[in-house]
């Protein structure tokens, strides 16, 4: 999921660079706040935009990447399983959300989650 949305942001801003509009950029502070929020609260909790810098939700966050690389990805083929990977996070939630589901119900179930996510690695296409 993250390979195909960073190379469909990069599609999507030349594209967007060739058509004449100007290249998004955003501060170092506002990268730094919106790095520090991901990695604090996640996708579920609160989050900064990294280029408006205003206070947000994760999951809009998302919502808003997704409607902006939109074109690269359907261009790429990437379109439909990005779509099933976020369908798929977002009804189980990101792999920090289901450690500390399992924390939650003890060692037994860390080492479940940890053997369920191996296995599904193996499973996933390249």
């Known amino acids: 999921l993250q ?13 967007d660079m060739d058509a004449g509009k100007p ?6 502070t ?17 989050a900064i935009d990294p280029v408006t810098g205003r206070q947000t939700l994760g999951i809009v966050l ?3 990447l997704l409607d902006h690389v ?10 439909e399983q990005v779509r099933l990977l976020v369908d798929r996070l977002l009804a189980m939630g990101t792999g920090a959300e289901r450690q500390r589901r399992a924390a939650e119900r003890g060692m037994s179930a860390v080492l479940d989650i940890v053997a369920i996510t191996a296995a599904a690695q193996r499973e996933a296409p390249a």
């Open 3 to 15: 390979a195909a949305l960073s190379r469909a942001l990069v599609w999507q801003e030349m594209a």
């Open 23 to 28: 290249a998004v950029g955003c501060s170092d």
């Open 30 to 46: 506002f990268a730094a706040a919106a790095l520090w929020a991901a990695s604090r609260y996640g996708l579920a909790g609160p």
């Open 62 to 64: 998302l919502a808003d």
């Open 70 to 79: 939109r074109p690269a990805l359907a261009e790429a083929g990437d379109l």
